[in-house]
């Protein structure tokens, strides 16, 4: 039987999940509080999805990434210096409400017990549903961007197709690094400029972003790349392997032949962890996603468990690093340790770091076609159930997603409705006419990341008497 | 205003649901209350397995019946179900294991029942082509079966409606007392019917309690694990006979494996908790009987709430103590087969007074409270 590693603890003050930049964050201001700190990360190295890769950065790519990309390092730097216990290539599968982690680490299963769990797993895609999406070659922005972060690699040709920031972010990092998009169809839909100025004025306080954005979008247009604005109608066509985009703009149709096509509609908070732990959650009007329900220290419904992050609600990398250290300094409050900084700096940063975030919601809330699919349009990818299956479903009197997945297995697949759920939700509450609140979402199971039998099988529990 | 009906169900699980339709058919009128939905505990998330195999000797002749309505089901609903003919089988790992198999089946012969049947060495291996070499044998029911808990349960339930049940979802009921009537008070009404059947499942046992009768339900909370797809390899239920191990691959080749251990259950909260250590050796047995599952990889798991008896069988029949009082609660983790074939005796029992089937080894005043 594989023995426990000497480095990994089996009992804890505070356990970090995920080591983006809220999770780097916390773990080390827990630790210089004084406190026992395990930080647990599926990658294989430090910095999340945003940082990621940020310990083996080499001069060509930081120039590609950009200075929001480099400022990760020295949060990564920090915790190398810290007490803080790391162990990458740690999948929390499970937690149980005694606090205790089920963890697989290098293809065995052990356990950690934790007085406080901070969830700092960040955002996941918003789906993006629409006719050839399950297509092979269809990939999202996310995706490209790893590829880039993790190896350098640029797809050619590749077509994105979406709206917000992080598409633009891409794209300008695409011609960067020599190798633009093909072409970029753009969903946003007609109008959103106007809903979104009314909050211009509390945007311009974070005016950093808003001039990032504009530069963005000038080197991409300078780049020569075509733009189609306001599409709709999208589908993409092939048989197994995307062949082509067609979707309408200005009236027109017009059809894109690549068969790398990106998709994009902004981040969400991952739940999985939350949604597993059923804190309450909240639906968020202006971010159109749930979110966990938190006082103003990070705290979830559930005693001690705290979020920190994307997470929490998308706020961007520096904002989820001063959450993170807010977090952890609530927690170090109250287990009487002595706060190594200020909270109401942390805080005035936090709402200065936030101001922009109402415009962006506002103009790059998900178009209608995302939100309620056409019929035949497939939401959930693993167990290909459609929009209309789902309509039905509910007209047979499913009440909320939960019945839904018993009526039709969407959610049920590996993903465990990672990929669908929001999707699942919405079309759900506009058949109903009942708000997101009332339909609510998946429950969501053990194990969080698939697990192979045979590691169940020689799972390694903790002998100890329980907290 | 107070709702009247002949009777009223307490607990829309697919017993609640079943009676519920069955005395709706007999021209009663029926009021279901369930304090969450229909199926959302045992009845919707159990394995599906449709078993006379392997059950106590008590419950034989009820699973006997049961089964012949389940071969009919899917017309009488006019649903479907998920229902299909398998065979269910208890492989046996031992010689000695088979022995007490062969004694067992002597016995059901000499109760006039044939539905179990052994399987040598080359027959489990037929049935099973992909079993390990180490199985001597074992005891089957050929014609038994498995279906979608959720769909049935629904299913009997959206029949019932069709046949005028009432169901009130979402409403719990708060207490209830018998002068003429009976009167159940919820938290959102009263009612009032002659006949009323306690069909809470685990949380029957506070039910007959607050009626001063006793009953040890214990909330347990079965585990089950799914795999991802695998290729078709086994169309039978599997279950081992010397250590606990439930095993089924479903139509679109997920494989679910369950069997006796028990995570963690509150009927305050209606929650369960999986607690994966308890699985190890349950995965460990799937593995030794099917060694294909050594690369099987879990993706989902589930568990639910299923009230249990210290002798784990269920109580069934009336009160011990009220006149119009009915239970049929209890089925400790192996009610969903015996679910139409209750309903239907029990819906016979509460209309007329009287049914064909020997309920004492059922009665709820087989407990005394300490």
Redesign the interface.
């Known amino acids: 039987m594989t023995q426990l590693s000497p480095m990994q603890p089996t009992k804890v003050d505070v356990a970090v999940i995920g080591a983006g930049p809220a999770g780097m964050a916390a773990a080390v201001t827990a630790s210089k509080a004084g406190l026992s700190v395990a930080l647990l990360d599926e990658g294989q190295s430090l910095g999340g999805q945003i940082y990621r890769n940020i310990e083996h950065g080499t001069p060509f790519r930081d120039g590609i990434l950009g200075p929001d990309y480099v400022a990760g390092r020295s949060l990564a730097e920090s915790l190398r210096a810290s007490d803080v216990t790391y162990l990458p290539r740690t999948s929390v599968w ?1 937690i ?2 005694d606090n205790m982690l ?1 963890l697989s680490r290098d293809g065995s299963s052990s ?1 950690l017990i934790a007085d406080k769990i901070i969830v700092a797993t960040g955002a996941v895609e918003r789906p993006s549903p629409m006719p050839g999406w399950t297509l092979a070659g269809v990939t999202t922005v996310g995706a490209l961007q790893i590829l880039l972060k993790a190896s350098g690699v640029v797809q050619e040709d590749a077509v994105l197709v979406g709206s917000g920031p992080l598409m633009w972010l891409v794209a300008a990092q695409m011609i960067s690094a020599g190798t633009p998009p093909k072409a970029i169809v753009e969903t946003t839909p007609k109008g959103r400029m106007a809903q979104a100025m009314p909050h211009i004025l509390k945007a311009l306080k974070g005016h950093r972003y808003l001039t990032k954005g504009l530069s963005m979008m000038r080197q991409v247009r300078g780049a020569g790349v075509p733009i189609y604005n306001a599409a709709t109608d999208i589908r993409i066509n092939g048989h197994e392997i995307a062949e082509s985009v067609t979707f309408v703009s200005k009236g027109k149709e017009h059809t894109i032949r690549s068969s790398h096509i990106a998709l994009h509609q902004g981040v969400v908070p991952n739940q999985q962890v939350t949604r597993l732990l ?1 804190c309450d959650h909240k639906w968020d009007a202006s971010q159109h996603c749930f979110r966990p329900v938190l006082d103003g220290q990070g705290k979830t419904s559930v005693p001690d468990v705290y979020v920190a992050g994307d997470g929490a609600g998308i706020g961007g990398a520096k904002s989820a690093a001063l959450m993170g250290r807010l977090v952890a300094l609530a927690i170090a409050q109250e287990k009487g340790k002595a706060a190594p900084e200020r909270v109401y700096r942390l805080q005035a940063a936090l709402a200065s770091d936030g101001a922009v975030r109402p415009f962006l919601e506002a103009m790059y809330a998900p178009a209608p076609q995302f939100v309620k699919p056409a019929k035949e349009t497939i939401v959930c990818r693993c167990e290909e159930v459609t929009a209309g299956a789902i309509e039905d479903a509910v007209d047979l ?1 499913a ?1 909320g997603p939960n ?1 839904v997945k ?2 039709l ?1 969407s959610g ?3 993903c ?1 409705g990672r990929v669908c759920g929001l999707v699942v939700s919405s079309i759900i509450a506009e058949r109903r006419k009942a708000s997101m609140d009332e339909t609510g979402y998946y429950r969501i ?3 969080l990341k ?5 590691e ?4 390694q ?1 903790l002998e100890v008497a329980q907290k | 205003m107070t709702q009247t009906a002949d009777l009223i169900v307490i607990g829309g699980g697919i017993h609640g649901s079943s009676t519920a339709l069955y005395a709706a058919l007999r021209g009663m009128s029926v009021i279901v209350i369930e304090k969450d939905t229909v199926a959302r505990h045992a009845s919707g998330v159990n394995a599906g397995g449709v078993r006379r195999l392997g059950r106590h000797l008590a419950e034989v002749p009820l699973s006997q019946h049961s089964m012949e309505i389940w071969y009919g089901l899917q017309d009488m609903l006019g649903a479907d179900c998920g229902f299909q003919i398998a065979p269910q089988i208890k492989v046996a790992e031992t010689e000695e294991e088979l022995d007490r198999h062969r004694e067992r089946v002597q016995t059901l012969n000499r109760m006039g029942f044939y539905h179990e049947t052994i399987l040598d060495q080359a027959q489990v291996r037929h049935y099973l082509p992909a079993v390990a070499d180490h199985v001597v044998g074992g005891l089957a029911s050929l014609r038994d079966g498995f279906a979608q808990p959720f769909w049935t349960t629904t299913s009997i339930a959206r029949k019932a409606a069709q046949e005028g049940v009432v169901f009130k979802e979402g409403e719990r009921v708060l207490g209830l007392k018998r002068e003429t009537d009976w009167t159940v008070t919820t938290d959102q009404g009263t009612y009032q019917a002659t006949k009323v059947l306690n069909a809470a499942g685990a949380w029957a046992g506070a039910l007959a309690g607050s009626l001063g009768e006793y009953a040890p339900v214990e909330a347990i909370a079965p585990m089950m694990i799914v795999t991802a797809r695998l290729p078709k390899f086994c169309d039978a239920v599997v279950g081992a006979t010397g250590r606990p191990l439930s095993f089924k691959q479903m139509p679109n080749g997920t494989v679910v494996i369950g069997g006796g251990r028990r995570g963690r259950a509150d009927t305050a909260t209606n929650k369960s908790e999986m607690l994966f250590p308890e699985l190890r050796n349950t995965a460990a047995t799937a593995m030794d009987i099917f060694p294909i599952m050594r690369g099987a990889t879990i993706v989902r798991s589930w568990s639910g709430v299923e009230g249990r008896m210290p002798d784990d069988i269920p109580v069934l029949g009336a009160s011990a103590k009220h006149e119009g009082l009915y239970h049929s609660f209890g089925f400790s983790a192996h009610g969903f087969q015996m679910g139409p074939g209750t309903g239907e005796m029990m819906a016979g029992l509460i209309a007329t007074g009287a049914t064909q089937f020997d309920l004492s080894a059922f009665a709820i005043d087989r407990f005394t409270a300490e």
């Not at chain 1, 698939?450 to 045979?454: D, E, F, G, V």
């Not at chain 1, 169940?456 to 799972?459: C, H, R, S, V, Y």
């Open positions: 499970n149980s409400t089920d356990q059923r009197g009440p019945q018993s009526f297995r049920m697949g590996p465990q199971r053990p194990p698939p697990i192979p039998l045979s169940l099988a020689n799972f529990p």
